[in-house]
Each structure stands twice: as structure tokens, then as C-alpha cells.
T-cell receptor
Framework: KAGVTQTPRYLIKTRGQQVTLSCSPI?????VSWYQQTPGQGLQFLFE???????NKGNFPGRFSGRQFSNSRSEMNVSTLELGDSALYLC???????????????FGAGSRLTVL | SQQGEEDPQALSIQEGENATMNCSYK?????LQWYRQNSGRGLVHLIL?????REKHSGRLRVTLDTSKKSSSLLITASRAADTASYFC????????????FGKGTTLSVSS
């Protein structure tokens, strides 16, 4: 069973540019969550998508957006990049149902973004 | 915002010793989970404990939950160098719906 795949693994951008990160969840998983991890703030929840709809959203500015496709693959976009956006962006998938234990997440290896 | 807060922030022990990490959270929960992260990689789920459970074991891991104190602890027995990692507790915040919210983690270093 393939795991959660994130691409690209590493990327370097300059301030003002935009970036799109991709996440392919485990087959059959309908929920995809995105997190930003930095040394100072730790793991911050960005948003969660379930069946192509944003179900939850963290406290990030509108420059951070995402979407989910009918095959459950998800992308997140950051526009007008700032130096503080340098981080490890983690994607995680789960079944997304309300069954007990259904919110156990399987994480990808992450996309490390450096903004210069 | 963080729902859970781990303590201590960092822990250094020798191989063979036990490691205990604590987690406190703020709101009522359905379950609490622990994850491990090796340096710069994705997180790996370790164990889930439901709100009606007080203790759970998985291999060398033992997790306790005290809902009256809104706290949990993770015990790793007979630590190995391969246990060196960061450990996070995670809960679902009522404010974030079904989203799993993580604490800042405990960094464990096991030396041989």
C-alpha cells in the first residue's frame, strides 16, 4: 500500500513568488490535512479537506489556500511568499469519517520550502 | 494555537533507561494520540487512547490518560538509540472541528 506522497520534497523561492505543493493521500483516504512546521511555532494546522470541500481551517492569512480533487489528491498554494513562510509543509491523510480512531493521520515526508 | 503542551521540551537519557513525556491539553477530547518524528521527516502515529481509557500499552510504549487533569503521559521503556526523535501529543480541538492539533513536542535524545 503506497504511503502519502508529497512533491516536491525541496524547493527554494524568493520573496513575492508563489508556490504550489502537491499531496497524494493513501488510496481510499478522503481527508487530507496540511500543516506548517517551523522551529519557533512548531506544528501549525493549516486546513483540512474532505471530499473536495474545506472542512476545517487554521489561523493563517488568505495567502495560504488549498484544494482537493475528485481523486482526493490535494494541493496547497502560498502566494506572495514571505521569509517567514520558510518551513516544512506536511500533508497527512486519513479516512476522514467519524468512526472511532478514524482521525489517525498518516503523514508524508514533507516539502521543505526555503524563501530567500 | 496549540491544544496540547508537552513537558519536558527536551530529554536526554542513556540506552536502557525509561523515558517519560507528559502532555496537557485544554478542552474535552474524544481521544488523544501520540506521534513520533525523526529529524526533518513526517510524523508517525504511535498510539491512540480514547477518553474512556486510562492506560494503554503497545510494545515498549505505555500511555496513560487522566481526563480530570486533562493530561496524558507517554512512557518508553528500555530506550534505544533508535528512539531518538521528537514526540508529539495530538487532540481534536472543538474549535477546529475534526482537525488534529499538535503540541510543540518533546525532543528525546538516547545515547549509547
Amino acid at each position: 500500500k503506497a504511503g502519502v506522497t508529497q512533491t516536491p520534497r525541496y524547493l527554494i523561492k524568493t520573496r513575492g513568488q508563489q508556490v504550489t505543493l502537491s499531496c497524494s493521500p493513501i488510496s481510499g483516504h478522503r481527508s487530507v490535512s496540511w500543516y506548517q512546521q517551523t522551529p519557533g511555532q512548531g506544528l501549525q494546522f493549516l486546513f483540512e479537506y474532505f471530499s473536495e470541500t474545506q472542512r476545517n481551517k487554521g489561523n493563517f492569512p488568505g495567502r495560504f489556500s488549498g484544494r482537493q480533487f475528485s481523486n482526493s489528491r490535494s494541493e496547497m498554494n502560498v502566494s506572495t511568499l514571505e521569509l517567514g513562510d520558510s518551513a516544512l509543509y506536511l500533508c497527512a491523510s486519513s479516512s476522514g469519517t467519524t468512526a472511532a480512531g478514524a482521525n489517525v493521520l498518516t503523514f508524508g515526508a514533507g516539502s521543505r520550502l526555503t524563501v530567500l | 494555537s496549540q491544544q496540547g503542551e508537552e513537558d519536558p521540551q527536551a530529554l536526554s537519557i542513556q540506552e536502557g533507561e525509561n523515558a517519560t513525556m507528559n502532555c496537557s491539553y485544554k478542552t474535552s477530547i474524544n481521544n488523544l494520540q501520540w506521534y513520533r518524528q525523526n529529524s526533518g521527516r513526517g510524523l508517525v502515529h504511535l498510539i491512540l487512547i480514547r477518553s474512556n481509557e486510562r492506560e494503554k500499552h503497545s510494545g515498549r510504549l505505555r500511555v496513560t490518560l487522566d481526563t480530570s487533569k486533562k493530561s496524558s503521559s507517554l512512557l518508553i521503556t528500555a530506550s534505544r538509540a533508535a528512539d531518538t526523535a521528537s514526540y508529539f501529543c495530538a487532540t481534536v480541538s472543538n474549535q477546529a472541528g475534526t482537525a488534529l492539533i499538535f503540541g510543540k513536542g518533546t525532543t528525546l535524545s538516547v545515547s549509547s
